[in-house]
């Protein structure tokens, strides 16, 4: 084929993202699970609106029209299931969620922005808020912080994730995952005192463990977007 006939491939942008989904695992009998379910609704109507729910239905023995039944009392309480684990497929329907298999227990962390100061005189009103985080973040925790700027004192541990709006500081070891701007932020960036992450990302450009050059291994580095290439380089 002619060169000036072939089609540009355009790259394949893949988003690095992850969500850290409720697990609920229904008991017998079930009615009295749900009555607990009301109860908790009861006092925040909201608060598993809009959040991912894995139904683990491992201690319950459910025919398929009792799990169709299931699925249908949570979603007449706002509550959607992305994924059904603990059953024998043949027990799902066509129009059910998938089976779900591999899901790791992590520890839920959620934060906030500590309440700003008052706004001083001549000072840039744009700057974003951040987090610091004193202690290392362990093996299994996952630290969302949207809204900008996340410092780490410690390290990172390996299965550990750090997801910022803005850039990511970590002062002692980088070996989870790291993905900085995830709301469009292409001036993001990632630094660290010592790299060996499993994933970099900065606003959906990423390189994982065995694409990071090993020349960078166990050395300060930092990490930048150069127009859709995601840059890693020791700091000094």
Not at 47 to 63: C, I, T, W
Not at 127 to 132: M, V
Not at 211 to 234: F, H, K, V, Y
Request: a neutral charge.
């Amino acid at each position: 084929m002619d060169a000036t006939q072939q089609v540009a491939r355009q790259q394949v942008r893949m988003r690095g993202r992850s969500y850290v989904a409720f697990v609920f695992s229904p008991v017998v009998p079930v009615v009295s699970w749900l009555a607990e379910i009301d109860a908790t609704l009861g006092k925040s109507p909201g608060f598993f609106s809009g959040k991912p729910v894995v139904l683990d239905l491992s201690a319950v023995d459910l025919s398929q029209a009792a799990i169709a039944h299931l699925i249908g009392s949570l979603a007449e309480r706002n509550i959607r299931i992305l994924g059904i684990e603990g059953v024998d497929e043949s027990k799902l329907g066509a129009n059910m969620p998938p089976l779900l298999t591999g899901g790791r227990a992590c520890a839920i962390t959620h934060v906030e922005p500590k309440t700003p100061p008052a706004p001083e005189k001549n000072k840039d009103k744009t700057k974003l808020p951040s987090l610091l985080l004193e202690s290392p973040v362990r093996s299994g925790q996952s630290i969302v912080f949207a809204e900008g700027d996340v410092t780490v004192l410690g390290s990172v541990g390996s299965g550990a994730e750090i997801v910022a709006g803005g850039s990511i500081h970590v002062y002692g070891t980088l070996r989870g995952r790291a993905m900085a701007g995830i709301n469009g932020n292409s001036a993001a960036r990632i630094f660290c005192q010592k790299i060996e992450a499993e994933l970099l990302a900065i606003d959906g450009y990423y390189q994982t463990a065995d694409e990071i050059a090993d020349s960078l291994r166990n050395r300060p580095a930092q990490a930048w977007l150069e127009g859709e290439m995601l840059r890693i380089t020791p700091l000094n």
